[in-house]
């Protein structure tokens, strides 16, 4: 199967700064979605973006298919923003999902 | 909004017993999922239906089964629950093809 790898595996961050969350896979894909999970475990989609460029507020994500890895941006986090990001890629509706990076937003 | 229901937040249950999660979704969505989600090991994929009665093996069906009687529900069924199946269990729906998953809020299995 497509192996996704997530970077970093945590980050702390400071209330009001901005990250970037990487995502590289090994095949290529024409599906290719970001989640949050909050601490309370409900996955929300944040994206779906497999090529391009997208902006939902203050979160953005670039996707490079030809290079095989997608960003997520969080600009100015706030203590909601804190869970586990995931990057979920595949062919058509078969998904493998990343780790996942858990961010920490202190206040 | 699109809305995805798991019956039970919290299950309980005992070895051997025959285990049913039901899922529904209220977007008539042609694709389900069921994941099942440790730590460590992230989010994998059990079994999907892309129509009713139809159904794939995910990467770790063994020990589950699924049905797909009508398209708004999704079961996962566990024949004979079993320690190695305490897990948290994921529903998702979407449409055909490439388009975003939505997931339910999940079920946390613990089978003593």
């Known amino acids: 199967g497509i192996q996704v790898e997530q970077s970093p595996p945590d980050l702390i961050l400071q209330e009001g700064a901005n990250s970037t969350l990487r995502c590289n896979f090994s095949?290529?894909?024409?599906?290719l979605q970001w989640f949050h999970q909050n601490p309370w475990g409900q996955l929300i989609n944040l994206f779906y973006?497999?090529?391009g460029t997208k902006q939902n507020g203050r979160l953005s994500a670039t996707t490079v298919a030809t290079e095989r890895y997608s960003l997520l941006y969080i600009s100015s986090s706030q203590t909601t923003d804190s869970g586990v990001y995931f990057c979920?890629?595949?062919?058509?509706?078969?998904?493998?999902f990343g780790a996942g990076t858990t961010v920490t937003v202190r206040a | 909004d699109v809305k995805v229901t798991q019956s039970s937040r919290y299950l309980v249950k005992r070895t051997g017993e025959k285990v049913f999660l039901e899922c529904v979704q209220d977007?008539?969505?042609?694709?389900m999922f069921w994941y099942r989600q440790d730590p460590g090991l992230g989010l994998r994929l059990i079994y999907f239906?892309?129509?009713?009665?139809?159904?794939e093996k995910g990467d770790i069906p063994e020990g589950y089964s699924v049905s797909r009687e009508k398209k708004e529900r999704f079961s996962l069924i566990l024949e004979s629950a079993s320690t190695n199946q305490t897990s948290m269990y994921l529903c998702?729906?979407?449409?055909?093809?490439?388009?975003?998953?939505?997931f339910g809020n999940g079920t946390r299995l613990t089978v003593t």
């Open positions: 979920a890629v595949g062919k058509d509706y078969k998904l493998s």
């Open positions: 977007m008539d969505h042609e694709n």
């Open positions: 998702a729906s979407g449409t055909g093809g490439g388009s975003p998953l939505h």
């Open positions: 095949d290529s894909v024409n599906n």
């Open positions: 239906s892309y129509d009713v009665k139809m159904k």
């Open positions: 973006i497999p090529s």
